[in-house]
């Protein structure tokens, strides 16, 4: 079964910090991997996919990075700003069936 | 387009009480899936479906059941409530898999007590 993790579990950066979060997963036979992000009491929201074959996905200051052989995908925060204070959670998807698997998430807390 | 939506937002129910999760999508995905996240946890998958008529157990189906009669909507199903299914539930969409991203209700918190 795969699992998913993501450490650290909390991080707390002054505003205008670059940053990086990691996740890593033990079976690298993966469809895609996704990252999300959640507000407090709120749903989730994708903010970047990586298919299988791609090594990196850009959407305006983030960037997340796949190295399947390794296990490991980052997603990299520049010039953080209070508004990205928020919990970002990692999923992905196997080659086979159609379940995700969730990590536990990292609380970034970007202080003014 | 109100994306997906979920109904109620919170609900307190007794041990032995059964409930409803209502879930409706807007945007003639096919796909559609329950999640329920515990304090300090990932997600895990109750249950999905493919499409109308057509349903599948996830990671962690018992104390569930699912019906999908539309593309429309996806309602989960609490028989007999136990406090382990005390948690939040979000139901999400897409419009396939495994490509497409999946996009997520604003959740139900649920407390059995």
């Known amino acids: 079964k795969q699992e998913v993790t993501q450490i650290p579990a909390a991080l707390s950066v002054p505003e205008g910090e670059n940053l990086v979060l990691n996740c890593s997963f033990t079976d690298s036979a993966i469809y895609n991997l996704q990252w999300f992000r959640q507000d407090p009491g709120k749903g989730l929201t994708s903010l970047l996919l990586i298919q299988s074959s791609q090594r990196e996905q850009t959407s305006g200051r983030l960037n997340a990075s796949l190295d399947k052989s390794s296990g490991r995908s980052t997603l990299y925060i520049a010039a953080s700003q209070p508004g990205d204070s928020a919990t970002y959670l990692c999923?992905?998807?196997?080659?086979?069936?159609?379940?995700?698997?969730f990590g536990t998430g990292t609380s970034l807390t970007v202080i003014p | 387009n109100a994306g997906v939506t979920q109904t109620p937002k919170f609900r307190i129910l007794k041990i032995g009480q059964s409930m409803t999760l209502q879930c409706t999508q807007d945007m003639n995905h096919n796909y559609m899936y329950w999640y329920r996240q515990d304090p300090g946890m990932g997600l895990k998958l109750i249950y999905y479906?493919?499409?109308?008529?057509?349903?599948d157990k996830g990671e962690v189906p018992n104390g569930y059941n699912v019906s999908r009669s539309t593309t429309e909507d996806f309602p989960l199903r609490l028989e007999l409530a136990a406090p382990s299914q005390t948690s939040v539930y979000f139901c999400?969409?897409?419009?396939?898999?495994?490509?497409?991203?999946?996009?997520f209700g604003p959740g139900t918190r649920l407390l059995v007590l």
């Open positions: 999923a992905v998807r196997p080659n086979t069936g159609n379940q995700f698997y």
């Open positions: 479906s493919v499409g109308a008529g057509i349903t």
């Open positions: 999400a969409s897409s419009y396939s898999i495994p490509a497409e991203t999946q996009y």
